[in-house]
């Protein structure tokens, strides 16, 4: 998953838990049963974690551009250069 | 949310965090109920009085008890919890409360009922205070959610007594 595809999940869930949670609420306290509450808000949390947690492909709609390995030859990388040590010096 | 295990801790995290406030609502609309319990009982008969052999008084009655508490369920009633008390005074207490009769409303249908029944527990007295005694019988009551507070109220009902002598 991309960095897009991650800002959109962590959206999503909120969004869908929220609205889950709301219509829940509303509809248990219109027909005045507790049961019918808890269903559609766990209805709604089966739903959000279909539709969030897996990877689908269309949170994978910018994917990072990591550099083409012909280009990176092109470009070594910096050798590290052991240093010499240093011998301390004794004034004689 | 960069892998699979994450997403799903986040998911579960604020799923329930969002579950506490669904129940916190749920159990403030419980505030918006009109609430009007009626309940009236009668005496039918005293089918025992004397003292007993360690010295106490004891009473036996038989109550009619007649009460309707359907406007206390709500949405987010589990059960109700009912019971009878007699509230008197000794010189030796300021208040004697003693249950005679309870019972478990599960549901709105059965909060209005009208029982003739003897009393369950023992009427008994901490000494011989119950010769011509004046009691309150008291109609307690708890309501228990399914998610909330529990609330309990009373109806007093005064004006009873017990006759002068042992039967």
Not at chain 1, 69 to 89: L, M, T
Not at chain 2, 12 to 40: G, M, R, V, W, Y
Not at chain 2, 76 to 81: A, D, G
């Amino acid at each position: 998953m991309d960095w897009q595809g991650q800002k959109l999940v962590e959206q999503l869930m909120q969004i869908l838990l929220v609205i889950s949670g709301v219509v829940a609420l509303v509809v248990g306290y219109a027909t005045e049963s507790f049961r019918t509450m808890m269903l559609i808000y766990a209805g709604g949390v089966v739903l959000t974690t279909l539709v969030t947690v897996p990877n689908w492909p269309f949170y994978n709609l910018h994917p990072l551009k990591w550099l083409d390995p012909s280009e990176a030859e092109k470009h070594p990388k910096p050798q590290v250069v052991p240093v010499a040590s240093k011998k301390k010096f004794s004034k004689k | 949310m960069h892998t699979f295990g994450y997403r799903a801790n986040a998911l579960l995290t604020f799923a329930i965090t969002a579950l506490a406030f669904i129940c916190a609502i749920a159990s403030f609309s419980d505030k918006f109920s009109n609430q009007n319990p009626s309940a009236e009982i009668q005496i039918l008969n005293i089918n025992r009085f004397k003292k007993q052999s360690h010295g106490n008084d004891e009473v036996s009655l038989t109550l009619d008890i007649s009460a309707d508490l359907q406007s206390l369920f709500t949405w987010n009633t589990k059960q109700v919890f009912v019971f009878v008390a007699a509230e008197y005074e000794t010189p030796k207490n300021s208040l004697n409360q003693v249950s005679l009769w309870d019972a478990i409303i599960p549901a709105k249908e059965d909060a209005k009922f009208r029982i003739q029944v003897s009393n369950k527990y023992r009427f008994i007295d901490q000494g011989q205070n119950l010769r011509g005694k004046e009691f309150n019988l008291t109609l307690h009551w708890h309501v228990m959610p399914k998610t909330g507070k529990m609330f309990a109220d009373k109806i007093v009902m005064p004006g009873y007594s017990l006759p002068d002598a042992y039967r």
